[in-house]
């Protein structure tokens, strides 16, 4: 029996840090962040430090989870190469049972390349496997119905077509269900409210969460209110550095984020904070403790190369790097 089974992708990451000489920061109103990083056309750019890593928003997760002493699965499609060979050797490293990885003989695994530059970084994908989850062969139904919960994650691609079934197959098994959800997923629109009424977690940004509303991004509260009341359980909504939002159905919790002692990378930072929240909600702490237990995981891997490295074990201390300053109040207030 899993405690958890981590659904979604898993990657094969490049870390490329350049010199700050290297790149310029051009503020663009084109690039959808209104910023973007510029390197000189036709030159060979210096790379004083490459990292290979593993990603992957299952991996990234199902890591969290097998380090705070769940035992935990992981569901995703990786293609027969080297690749792929690396993403099985990180899981089972880290103590995650691997016998739910599909391999794929047409498609290459998942590959990111991330480049770190003047305080930014700027991802390239190639997808892969990790969109194909459902194509070549069905979804072991049987075997995910021995586990308590599901934390499912962004499903791109053909993959989104497991999205509702796997829903409705959690449901009915009585399968408890974390939502962490991706484009795809938010693309539904309408149809996404009927989802929201089974899950037990709902974690998502403020961008994503506007967007899924339709509230403007500017109105923090009318989001969150909005979203606690279409949603069955748990909800947090978070929002980078200024912290996150969250409701149990009774109290609403809100903080900043914890001061980390190193600063590297923030690639897998929120998946890390989502995870850590779901596992602490599994070992049975409270919510606020479970939040402090997130915002310690997310600042770990803040000071690491890798999405999934610096993550908290279960036998750190949860105020390793400090105590969140959590405000309460009365949800709805």
């Known amino acids: 029996m899993y405690d958890v089974i981590t659904i979604g992708s898993a990657t094969r990451d490049v870390f490329l840090r350049t010199k700050e000489e290297e790149v310029r920061v051009i503020k663009d109103k084109n690039f959808k962040t209104g910023e973007g990083l ?80 003047a305080k930014s970084r700027t991802i390239f994908v190639h997808r892969g496997a990790t969109e194909h989850l459902c194509c070549d062969e069905p979804l072991p139904y049987e075997k995910l119905k021995d586990t308590k919960w599901f934390y499912i994650t962004n499903l791109g691609g053909e993959s989104a077509k497991n999205f509702l079934p796997l829903i409705d197959f959690a449901y009915k098994n009585s399968i408890k269900i974390a939502l962490n959800p991706g484009k795809a997923q938010l693309k539904l629109g309408e149809e996404l409210k009927p989802v929201l009424e089974k899950l037990d977690f709902l974690i998502l940004n403020q961008e994503e969460a506007s967007y899924l509303t339709g ?109 969140l300053k959590i405000s309460q109040k009365t949800c709805h207030e």
């Open 215 to 323: 509230i403007a991004f500017s109105k923090k509260d009318e989001i969150f209110k909005t979203l606690d009341a279409w949603t069955k359980g748990f909800v947090i909504m978070t929002n980078g550095p200024e912290g996150f939002t969250a409701c149990d159905n009774s109290t609403q919790y809100s903080a900043g984020i914890l001061k980390e002692p190193r600063y590297v990378d923030r690639t897998g930072a929120g998946d890390a904070f989502g995870s850590g929240v779901v596992a602490g909600i599994i070992k049975g702490m409270s919510l606020d403790e479970a939040l402090q237990l997130a915002s310690a995981n997310a600042t770990g891997v803040l000071g690491e190369w890798g999405a999934n490295h610096g993550l908290l074990s279960k036998d750190d201390d949860i105020y390793k790097f400090g105590k």
């Open 38 to 117: 510029c390197f000189s056309a036709g030159s060979k750019i210096d790379v004083p430090e490459i990292n290979f890593r593993t990603g992957g928003s299952a991996l990234n997760t199902a890591v969290t989870f097998a380090n705070q002493g769940l035992t935990a699965g992981i569901l995703c499609k990786v293609g027969k190469d080297s690749r792929g060979d690396s993403i099985i050797a990180r899981v089972k490293e880290a103590g995650v049972d691997t016998s739910l990885v599909l391999r794929d003989e047409k498609y290459f695994t998942a590959y990111s390349m991330i480049i770190v530059a």
